[in-house]
């Protein structure tokens, strides 16, 4: 029981370049989301998604885009790189069978942009 | 605008006593979800215990307990009986509405004495 799949663990960008951080689930999930989470600091909602073909923007979503085609897959694109985005980043997952269950959470992408 | 505030960076407990947590959190709706999550130094995101608020009893799980106030927005962590392996970031999350996003805190760094 894989849960929820980040690829990769570790990344160093150079300023400007592009990449996709990969999150899949295997629960069948319909929401999933992706956080950042700064030094020292909690975890902030970048996008999420209720479902194939539906995604919305969180609290800072600037400097990023995802797409859902698929109920397991939800990429997160950095399209032009900044120090500011230097951050781990989660996936996670839930259900929609019952009102706010608990997230299921990947182990994290640690991205450094220099 | 949700907000979530973990006041104590910081905190260490002798093992096999007891510590808690504070969480305070600010909200203008009446149904919502409040958990705890731990995060040990592998980054992984591991659910402690949830609150649904239109319950008045606190949850418990084993040794780890709340102290739900509604009416003062608060929601803290008792470990009861610590043990090395509860040493970790501790988040409070708070959850609302249809698409279960979450709010988290800024989290506690909890130490463990031998």
């Known amino acids: 029981n894989a849960g929820v799949t980040q690829t990769p663990k570790f990344r160093i960008l150079k300023i400007g370049q592009s990449m996709t951080l990969q999150c899949a689930q295997d629960?069948?999930?319909?929401?999933m989301y992706w956080y950042r989470q700064d030094p020292g600091m909690g975890l902030k909602l970048i996008y999420y998604?209720?479902?194939?073909?539906?995604?919305d923007k969180g609290e800072v979503p600037n400097g990023y885009n995802v797409s859902r085609s698929t109920t397991e897959d939800f990429p997160l694109r950095l399209e032009l790189a900044a120090p500011s985005q230097t951050s781990v980043y989660f996936c996670?997952?839930?259900?929609?069978?019952?009102?706010?269950?608990?997230?299921?959470f990947g182990d994290g992408t640690r991205l450094s942009i220099l | 605008a949700q907000t979530v505030t973990q006041s104590q960076p910081e905190m260490s407990v002798q093992e096999a006593e007891t510590v808690t947590l504070s969480c305070t959190y600010d909200?203008?709706?009446?149904?919502?979800?409040l958990f705890w999550y731990k995060q040990p130094p592998s980054r992984q995101m591991i659910l402690v215990i949830r609150q649904e608020a239109y319950k008045q009893q606190n949850a418990t799980e084993n040794r780890f307990s709340v102290n739900f106030q509604k009416a003062a927005k608060s929601f803290s962590l008792k470990i009861s009986d610590s043990q090395l392996g509860d040493a970790a970031m501790y988040f409070c999350?708070?959850?609302?509405?249809?698409?279960?996003?979450?709010?988290f805190g800024s989290g506690t760094k909890l130490n463990v004495k031998p």
């Open positions: 629960m069948n999930h319909n929401y």
């Open positions: 998604s209720v479902g194939a073909g539906i995604t």
């Open positions: 909200t203008s709706e009446s149904d919502y979800y």
């Open positions: 996670a997952s839930s259900s929609r069978q019952d009102f706010n269950q608990p997230q299921h």
């Open positions: 999350a708070y959850s609302w509405g249809n698409f279960n996003k979450f709010y």
